[in-house]
């Protein structure tokens, strides 16, 4: 975990679009930097760690042969997924993420969002369209801690949090000497009783747990629903299947039945032709079939 003195109040990811934005999106996050430190809050800007790495080593997109399109995939996932995923998860205290159109183009901010979602690590997140709850993913939405319209109003939440929240106290929570910042609302609140001792994931301040209760118990569970339909509709399309299968074995069986049916004519037929024969060597040089009409003739012979 990366930690720096100068900057107790915890680490910050500044997550948004590069690929397409200009300048790899460098700007907003060396402006939002100065801000952060100003607060003691220590900015991790993956833009200017990638400019850093591209003086020293070259640039990155362009090493892999853009015909070599398996290189290219290798390329992204050991230099961009796994090396920014891992400062999202491993040394990040929280993300904030500008949401404007090269977020939209890209996946990496919607990743980062997600990971940092699935690691109980605070997402604050400044939209760039004023409508935020028709603009930004509701999915999006709902893997953030709280969202702003601009930056100013992000900074004055930043600086009204209590100093160190952000960082995981020794239980793993967000949280400082009973005071704790609710997962979903992103306000603080205390536990006045005693603290947390053991890791609660996600934190929730009272009123969020209020709401939380109602809306479980409001609707039933949409994860439980379809898994049972899903395990209704497969029994029923087994039994469907087999009530098939067995069908078409009756319908062979019926054709096997004639099959043999149609031999077992034909043998008698064969004895019975042979049992003419005998009795009418002269008749050797017609066909069979004209002397069908003697049958009845001929099972007496035979019989
Ligand atoms: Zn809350």
């Not at 399309?237 to 098939?244: G, K």
């Amino acid at each position: 975990m990366i930690s720096h003195k100068l900057y107790p109040r915890g680490s910050i990811y500044l997550s948004g679009g590069m690929q397409f934005a200009e300048n790899l999106g460098a700007d907003w996050r060396i402006k939002c930097s100065e801000r952060l430190q100003a607060m003691k809050y220590f900015p991790i800007d993956i833009a200017r760690m990638d400019k850093e790495y591209t003086k020293q080593y070259g640039q990155l997109y362009f090493i892999a042969d853009k015909q070599n399109h398996l290189q290219y995939k290798s390329n992204f996932r050991r230099h961009f997924i796994h090396a920014d995923v891992q400062l999202v998860i491993n040394d990040s205290d929280a993300l904030i993420v500008l949401y404007d159109e090269s977020v939209r183009r890209g996946a990496g901010t919607t990743s980062e969002v997600h990971e940092a979602y699935k690691n109980d690590i605070p997402v604050f997140l400044v939209s760039a369209y004023p409508d935020w709850q028709n603009e930004v993913p509701g999915w999006m939405q709902a893997e953030t801690t709280k969202v702003f319209t601009n930056f100013e109003s992000l900074y004055t939440y930043l600086e009204l949090l209590p100093f160190g929240i952000l960082k995981r106290d020794i239980y793993g929570n967000h949280g400082v000497k009973s005071q704790y910042l609710c997962s979903l609302c992103g306000d603080v609140f205390n536990k006045t009783k005693q603290h947390f001792v053991s890791k609660i994931s996600p934190t929730y301040c009272g009123d969020c747990v209020d709401l939380i209760t109602k809306t479980h118990e409001g609707h039933e569970d949409r994860y439980q629903f379809i898994l049972e339909v899903l395990e209704k509709e497969s029994i029923e399309e087994l039994n469907q299947v087999q009530i098939q299968a067995k069908d078409i074995q009756s319908r062979f069986t019926e054709m096997g039945k004639k099959v043999i049916m149609d031999r077992e004519a034909a043998n008698r037929r064969r004895i019975l032709d042979n049992a003419i024969r005998d009795q009418h060597p002269d008749w050797d040089d017609r066909d069979p079939a004209d002397i069908s009409d003697l049958e009845y003739f001929t099972t007496k012979v035979i019989t």
